[in-house]
């Protein structure tokens, strides 16, 4: 399987990577319905096919995903690239939730336990706090990576201004700087175009993907319906028809004529491809409730789309130029139209 370097860094990931939002036992709070003997199959699986990068999050499942994920990478741990992140309440108390230096040391603490590891090799901030000083909690990573715990720094769901300044706050202060941001992004969501894809392709910060198939609307399932299977993240919920005025199902047949081209090849992997695809894209989280859908999933990986599909793709799901953006824009059509909207 493909892999690149996680920006400006020497963190060589697959291209798919694996999100364990799915492992759970069902009794804790979140979305995880995939127990350990399931986890085990899949994560095998995953390694199998050359995928190298585990991805998880300290409040999926209120830590079971992170226990289930460290028991069944077991002695495997020490060959892959194991990922976590931290912010959410793990607990009723003022510092269970957050960035700053108490809960950050102590939720590094935890899900290291929870993994069952000595290192963490990339630790996110799962969001941005408002609340806390940037410099507070760039030192407090800082002294994570100084001890060994972790050994990359990133962040996840931050707005572009947020993300420059912590890159400047980082630079100012000497301190370890984020290598990846882990951000939405695909046919149906592509806000990330505007200030998050262009920042990382300047700054040197890769992007990890989560959600490349708009919570697998983009499979097909929901098309021509009011919602399709409810054993989705998307259910037949109110975000289906929200994906429907987007123009999501003009998309999917798009995604399934391409898909017709390529044998037996589904518009999953058009969709994944797609993103693939995009600049400053380093790895695409895919997760599985399901065996078969790990499989169609990984399948991705094996074949590419045409530079002319690409842009069938592009123009069918090019949202509306937001300001500053369309401004820009403007003034550079005749300068260069390159530059947008491929940043």
């Given at each position: 399987m493909e892999r690149r370097f996680l920006g400006r860094s020497g963190l060589e990931l697959s291209v798919l990577g694996f999100g364990a939002m799915t492992f759970g036992d069902g009794q804790a709070a979140g979305l995880g319905v995939t127990d350990l003997a399931g986890a085990r199959r899949q994560v095998d699986r995953c390694i199998d096919a050359g995928i190298n990068l585990f991805d998880t999050a300290d409040i999926y499942s209120r830590g079971r995903s992170e226990e289930i994920l460290?028991?069944?990478?077991?002695?495997?741990?020490?060959?892959?690239?194991?990922?976590?992140?931290?912010?959410?309440?793990?607990?009723?108390?003022?510092?269970?939730?957050?960035?700053?230096?108490?809960?950050?040391?102590?939720?590094?603490?935890?899900?290291?336990?929870?993994?069952?590891?000595?290192?963490?090799?990339?630790?996110?901030?799962?969001?941005?706090?408002?609340?806390?000083?940037?410099?507070?909690?760039?030192?407090?990573?800082?002294?994570?990576?100084?001890?060994?715990?972790?050994?990359?720094?990133?962040?996840?769901?931050?707005?572009?201004?947020?993300?420059?300044?912590?890159?400047?706050?980082?630079?100012?202060?000497?301190?370890?700087?984020?290598?990846?941001?882990?951000?939405?992004?695909?046919?149906?969501?592509?806000?990330?175009?505007?200030?998050?894809?262009?920042?990382?392709?300047?700054?040197?910060?890769?992007?990890?993907?989560?959600?490349?198939?708009?919570?697998?609307?983009?499979?097909?399932?929901?098309?021509?319906?009011?919602?399709?299977?409810?054993?989705?993240?998307?259910g037949p919920t109110r975000q289906v028809a929200s994906y429907h005025r987007r123009g999501g199902e003009a998309i999917v047949a798009l995604l399934r004529e391409i898909a017709a081209d390529h044998d037996g090849a589904t518009p999953s992997q058009v969709a994944l491809n797609w993103v693939r695809a995009r600049p400053g894209v380093t790895s695409i989280l895919i997760g599985a409730r399901s065996d078969a859908q790990l499989e169609d999933n990984i399948a991705a990986a094996t074949w590419s789309l045409s530079a002319e599909e690409i842009e069938r793709l592009d123009r069918a799901s090019q949202p509306v130029p937001s300001y500053p953006n369309s401004h820009q824009r403007a003034y550079h059509l005749d300068r260069n139209p390159q530059l947008f909207p491929r940043y």
């Open positions: 460290g028991e069944a990478l077991g002695a495997k741990r020490s060959s892959v690239i194991l990922a976590t992140k931290a912010f959410g309440a793990m607990g009723r108390g003022a510092h269970d939730r957050g960035l700053s230096r108490r809960h950050l040391i102590d939720a590094c603490d935890a899900s290291l336990r929870r993994l069952g590891t000595d290192w963490i090799d990339l630790y996110q901030l799962h969001c941005h706090d408002a609340l806390v000083p940037v410099e507070e909690t760039l030192r407090a990573l800082d002294d994570l990576v100084r001890a060994g715990k972790i050994r990359y720094v990133g962040c996840s769901n931050y707005a572009g201004w947020q993300l420059m300044k912590a890159l400047a706050t980082a630079d100012r202060l000497g301190t370890a700087h984020f290598i990846g941001q882990q951000i939405q992004y695909s046919l149906l969501a592509r806000d990330a175009e505007n200030e998050l894809l262009p920042c990382g392709v300047s700054e040197g910060v890769g992007a990890l993907i989560w959600s490349p198939l708009a919570q697998g609307y983009l499979s097909g399932k929901f098309s021509g319906g009011d919602g399709g299977e409810t054993e989705t993240r998307l």
